[in-house]
C-alpha cells in the first residue's frame, strides 16, 4: 500500500490515520475505527506531522498539508 515520496516514512498505522484525516473524520472517530486510544492517536498524528517535515505551527494547518501530501501522492 505503499504510495511513494515522502509517505513512505510512514507506518502502516500511520498512513490508516492519514487516510482517516483525508475523509475528513474526527481523531476520536479514527482512534475508534483502530482500536486505539485518541492519546497513542495523537503520538501517530505528531509522528506523521514529523516524518512529513511539517511545519511546526497550527495544529489544524499541518493536518491539512499532512492530508494534501497524501491526497497529491494518490494522484500520482
Known amino acids: 500500500r505503499r504510495l511513494g515520496g515522502p509517505l513512505d516514512e510512514l507506518s502502516e498505522r500511520e ?3 492519514l ?8 481523531n ?3 482512534a475508534t ?13 505528531a509522528g506523521i506531522f514529523s ?4 511545519p511546526v505551527g497550527a495544529e489544524g494547518h499541518r493536518r491539512v ?12
Request: charged share 25%; aromatic share 2%.
Open 19 to 26: 487516510s482517516g484525516m483525508a475523509e475528513g473524520r474526527s
Open 15 to 17: 498512513l490508516d490515520v
Open 65 to 76: 498539508l499532512a492530508v494534501l501530501t497524501y491526497i497529491r501522492a494518490q494522484e500520482s
Open 33 to 45: 475505527d483502530l482500536g486505539i486510544s485518541e492519546h497513542a492517536l495523537q503520538r501517530d498524528v
Open 51 to 54: 516524518k512529513l517535515e511539517l
Open 28 to 30: 476520536l472517530a479514527i
